[in-house]
């Protein structure tokens, strides 16, 4: 086992578990108390227009995709604060174009042959020294903006309406927050890949959520639980030969029934 650690890839994917599971933890409980699940699985699914973008044009990766979220990120919140009715028909059409968008982009390039399954369900492994930089920013930025603003992002979290009477600009920290999801979501790609981003978003907090008191704590509990799925989904996938994304997905699943289980029984009694 010592062995493995030697190996520079191994290496890369245990630093980027670390910080991709300190970003999803706090970025992921702020999706899940200000219910944008729905909004960020619009985002994660668009997001694959960014990745066609950047085969097609010779583009760097992370950075094509992440301006093509900004970009979608930016549309969906004008349109839930103009037209709220019909956001779920925004996200649906953002959605399919930005999926779409990237395939056809993808099926345009010449000779391109790279598989495009790591992008769809995740490779941990493949993680590069660039990448790393990346997510070392990304962490920087949003712990320095969440816990500057700390309280105006709680407010607004739980209670809007009474934010913006206290003056708290809740259209800012609401577009903020949504940035910062779709950001989450280009790192997280390389990890658990677009089809199953949402569920690393989610499911860390859902179980982080039975034993938390504030959102603080669930961040900080969210944070932990998935770089425990991660770690442990990392070492199934090198052990077995398994994709990455999956196997975390499945071992952070398998503990979510467990942790449910455990609250009806002790519910019950």
């Not at 760097?60 to 004008?78: D, K, N, Q, R």
Request: charged share 10%; with cysteine.
């Amino acid at each position: 086992m010592l062995e493995t650690l030697s190996y520079t890839f191994i290496q890369n994917a245990i630093i980027a578990a670390v910080l991709v599971s300190m970003i999803t933890g706090i970025i992921g409980s702020l999706v899940v108390v200000n219910k944008m699940v729905f909004l960020s699985g619009g985002i994660a699914h668009s997001a694959y227009g960014g990745i066609g973008l950047a085969i097609f044009f010779g583009l760097p990766m992370l950075l094509s995709t992440s301006l093509f979220c900004i970009f979608v990120t930016i549309l969906i919140a004008l349109a839930s604060y103009k037209q709220r009715e019909n956001l779920d028909i925004l996200i649906g059409l953002t959605w399919a174009v930005g999926m779409s968008l990237g395939i056809i982009l993808v099926d345009l390039t010449p000779g391109y042959q790279s598989d495009l399954m790591s992008y769809l369900f995740g490779s941990l492994l493949a993680v590069s020294s660039d990448d790393i930089y990346y997510m070392s920013i990304l962490l920087v930025v949003i712990i320095g903006i969440v816990f500057t603003f700390y309280r105006e992002i709680l407010s607004v979290s739980y209670d809007s309406e009474y934010a913006s009477l206290r003056g708290v600009k809740t259209r800012f920290f609401y577009t903020t927050i949504l940035i910062l999801s779709g950001l989450t979501i280009v790192v997280s790609i390389k990890v658990v890949g677009l089809i199953l981003v949402i569920a690393l978003l989610t499911i860390p907090i859902y179980i982080a959520s039975f034993f938390s008191k504030s959102l603080l704590w669930m961040m900080i509990y969210a944070s932990l639980l998935s770089l425990f799925f991660s770690l442990v989904g990392l070492v199934l996938s090198y052990n077995f030969d398994l994709s990455s994304g999956p196997s975390i997905i499945i071992v952070s699943s398998i503990f979510l029934l467990l942790a449910f289980t455990f609250k009806q029984i002790r519910r019950a009694s």
